[in-house]
T-cell receptor, first 113, second 111 residues
Framework: NAGVTQTPKFRVLKTGQSMTLLCAQD?????MYWYRQDPGMGLRLIHY???????AKGEVPDGYNVSRLKKQNFLLGLESAAPSQTSVYFC????????????FGPGTRLTVL | GNSVTQMEGPVTLSEEAFLTINCTYT??????LFWYVQYPGEGLQLLLK?????DKGSNKGFEATYRKETTSFHLEKGSVQVSDSAVYFC??????????FGQGTELSVKP
């Protein structure tokens, strides 16, 4: 069991470039989440999904899009990166609601110049 | 709205010292409460949880008691080790199916 994996681990972008972060889980979890972690601010939810084909906005969705075409994958897209999106991005998954443990990936460190 | 507030870090302790990391929450009703731990270079892992008032969650020598009177869920450990050095996050589950995290408290344990 790999658990939750994220690709890539590190990335540097220039302002205006686009990219997609990939999250994959092999635990057959229904729920998946994308968070960003910034110093002194904890984790903030960007988007989440409660099942294949569904997505919903979290606390800080602006500038990001997501897709959940397959149950095991959750993609986070940045269409036009901005320096304010420099952060560490974590994907997580859970069996059902937040009452269940969320399992986190190792994170992607993104720098936007 | 719902929120979680933790004591500011970093917290620096000597090995075998007693640890307390304070966590308080604001919420409508009585949410489930969690402590997650993030070791250097890794994602978060669930450390313990409590789902109702007066519940005590425990794991790996850490404990936290859900106190509805003081809206608190303080994390404690009687004797910390160097391997406990990490960032600790308090969180609550809200009715929208989402976790709300505190800002995190960095713990550094010196030998």
């Amino acid at each position: 069991n790999a658990g939750v994996t994220q690709t890539p681990k590190f990335r540097v972008l220039k302002t205006g470039q686009s990219m997609t972060l990939l999250c994959a889980q092999d635990m057959n979890h229904e729920y998946m989440y994308w968070y960003r972690q910034d110093p002194g601010m904890g984790l903030r939810l960007i988007h989440y999904s409660v099942g294949e084909g569904t997505t919903a906005k979290g606390e800080v969705p602006d500038g990001y899009n997501v897709s959940r075409l397959k149950k095991q994958n959750f993609l986070l897209g940045l269409e036009s990166a901005a320096p304010s999106q420099t952060s560490v991005y974590f994907c997580a998954s859970s069996y059902s609601t937040g009452l269940n443990e969320q399992f986190f990936g190792p994170g992607t460190r993104l720098t936007v110049l | 709205g719902n929120s979680v507030t933790q004591m500011e870090g970093p917290v620096t302790l000597s090995e075998e010292a007693f640890l307390t990391i304070n966590c308080t929450y604001t919420a409508t009703g009585y949410p489930s409460l969690f402590w997650y731990v993030q070791y250097p270079g890794e994602g978060l892992q669930l450390l313990l949880k409590a789902t109702k008032a007066d519940d005590k969650g425990s794991n790996k020598g850490f404990e936290a008691t859900y106190r509805k009177e003081t809206t608190s869920f303080h994390l404690e450990k009687g004797s910390v080790q160097v391997s406990d050095s990490a960032v600790y996050f308090c969180a609550q589950y809200n009715q929208g199916g989402k976790l709300i995290f505190g800002q995190g408290t960095e713990l550094s344990v010196k030998p």
